[in-house]
């Protein structure tokens, strides 16, 4: 882990999942003099000044700020530490982590060991509500892979797709038709949501996504294709846990992202063509 991922990984990881961080020390274990005596010092790797997260009180992502006593503690030093964080934005909300640091053949590992409040489970309201019955398979397959099992958490998040990729088909299929898309492209996502194969209805429909519903070249449903195919087999419980983040990612993005927007364009039409009555009737009273 490189030191910018720190932050995130202060945030989101699970407990116990220790890593080996990539630092330049400010300063190395070495013999120096304190006081008249020859002393062993330690590195010092800088606290993450801000990160990113979920703040219940504001009720969106924002940024976080140590919040430890000025010039006290502003470095992760070998051993235990406390990091506490406050939200920039309401000034209310506090979150501590805790985390353990140790050197082992020169090399600097982190893990972390204690999160407060516990690491939640963000269920915005329009994706819990299109997850509808899979809410539960959801709710399981995050408490495993915050528990650190993300075998079992990947096994979890593998059923979900299954289960509601003919709901997310669906959704593209709205937003093509609302972004007025070539109507063979309409056509060929129908068809793969119809189709029984997992991979080929995926693949289909993941070729078939139009350049304006993929801001910046991003394809949900090829990276979902992607995921998916990589499997269970041979992975470490950190390895399935990087799929299972990914795959809510892509799932999140088509069920709210891919979802408002048709929402809204649907929306505005509905407003546009009241507008233009309204313009339509005045015009007519001059
Ligand atoms: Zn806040």
Redesign the pocket.
């Known amino acids: 882990m490189k030191y910018s991922e720190l932050a995130k990984y202060l945030v989101e990881a699970p407990l116990y999942q220790p890593k080996q961080l990539e630092v330049a020390f400010g300063k190395t274990t070495e013999l120096v003099e304190h006081q008249g005596f020859l002393v062993e010092e330690e590195p010092e790797i800088p606290v993450p000044e801000e990160v990113e997260r979920y ?6 992502a ?1 940024n ?1 700020r140590w919040d430890g006593v000025p010039g006290s503690a502003e470095v992760i030093e070998l051993g235990l530490k406390w990091i506490p964080y406050r ?7 506090s979150f501590s982590v805790w985390i353990r640091v140790w050197l082992s053949e020169g090399k600097v590992f982190v893990e972390k060991v204690g999160q407060y409040p516990k690491l939640g489970i963000a269920l915005p309201a329009d994706f819990e509500e299109a997850l509808g019955a899979s809410r539960g398979l959801y709710i399981k397959g995050m408490t495993s892979r915050h528990a650190g099992y993300g075998i079992g958490a990947l096994a979890y998040f593998r059923r979900i797709i299954d289960d509601t990729i003919a709901d997310m088909l669906g959704v593209l299929e709205a937003a093509m038709v609302e972004a007025d898309a070539n109507a063979d492209a309409i056509e060929t996502v129908r068809r793969a949501r119809a189709g029984k194969v997992f991979d080929e209805k995926v693949k289909l429909a993941a070729e078939a996504i139009p350049p304006n519903l993929k801001p910046g070249g991003m394809n949900p449903f090829a990276d979902l294709y992607d995921l998916y195919s990589i499997g269970l087999h041979g992975l470490s419980d950190e390895e399935c846990g990087e799929i299972v983040d990914a795959m809510d990612e892509a799932m999140k993005y088509i069920y709210t992202e891919l979802k408002s927007r048709t929402e809204g364009a649907a929306r505005y039409k509905d407003a546009a063509t009241k507008i233009h009555q309204t313009v339509a009737k005045l015009r007519s009273r001059k």
Not at 87 to 93: I, L, P
């Open positions: 703040c219940t009180i504001c009720r969106s924002t976080w939200c920039r934005n309401c000034g209310k909300e």
